[in-house]
């Protein structure tokens, strides 16, 4: 069974980076896709990005500019770094896998308060 | 890319079948077979519920089934239980981002 575990802080300041590392046991990061979504509180599911144990990487549009996903294969970790934050960042951060065409395993959320 | 369009409440008696649509665009929903829903209970993290259109994760109450015509897929949960009053999302892979979600759908079971 996999399991994910996201980790990181819980409140960032305006305008600082946003980080967040994603632990996977149970399965390895070297296959299928491993994504970050996010979920502003009250409101709806959003896509940020995957890393693909091929090395590819994708962004969603809307958040390029100021996200970078990255992995850590000898962990079993991937991460997340969203830049120059303001309250409208302000979510629970999931990461979650797609290794059958959904987002079949994900953790349980962790909420990030941007705040200063 | 815009959020698919998803009614935002649903509701049925219990043993009754809904049906919540999820539309999108010829760059989305209606160019991939990559349709998947979620449910997501209060505080909780989402769950897969159907992938690639209408095909159901192991452990997934065959009452939950999956279709698409053109640029809208739906869901259709028949037999409504209590315990299916949450609220379910649609992705699908896109031209132009790999992923979009819905604006997800609020099921009440009367």
């Known amino acids: 069974q996999v399991q994910l575990q996201e980790s990181g802080p819980g409140l960032v300041k305006p305008s600082e980076t946003l980080s967040l590392t994603c632990t996977v046991s149970?399965?390895?990061?070297?296959?299928?896709?491993w994504s970050w979504i996010r979920q502003p509180p009250g409101k709806g599911l959003e896509w940020i990005g995957y890393?693909?144990?091929?090395?590819?990487?994708n962004y969603n549009p809307s958040l390029k500019s100021r996200v970078t996903i990255s992995a850590d294969t000898s962990k079993n970790q991937f991460s997340l770094k969203l830049r120059s934050v303001t309250a409208a960042d302000t979510a629970v951060y999931y990461c979650?896998?797609?290794?059958?065409?959904?987002?079949?395993?994900w953790g349980q959320g962790t909420l990030v308060t941007v705040s200063s | 890319q815009s959020a698919l369009t998803q009614p935002a409440s649903v509701s049925g008696s219990p043993g009754q079948s809904i049906t919540i649509s999820c539309t999108g665009t010829?760059?989305?929903?209606?160019?991939?077979?990559?349709v998947s829903w979620y449910q997501q209970h209060p505080g909780k993290a989402p769950k897969l519920m159907i992938y690639?259109?209408?095909n159901r994760p192991s452990g997934v109450s065959n009452r939950f089934s999956g279709s698409k015509s053109g640029n809208t897929a739906s869901l259709t949960i028949s037999g409504l239980q209590a315990e299916d009053g949450a609220d379910y999302y649609c992705?699908?892979?896109?031209?132009?981002?790999?992923?979009?979600f819905g604006t997800g759908t609020k099921v009440t079971v009367l």
């Open positions: 010829s760059s989305d929903v209606g160019a991939y077979n990559y």
């Open positions: 992705t699908s892979y896109t031209s132009s981002s790999p992923y979009v």
């Open positions: 979650a896998s797609d290794t059958m065409g959904g987002f079949d395993y």
């Open positions: 149970g399965g390895s990061i070297s296959s299928h896709y």
């Open positions: 690639d259109v209408s």
């Open positions: 890393f693909y144990y091929s090395g590819s990487i």
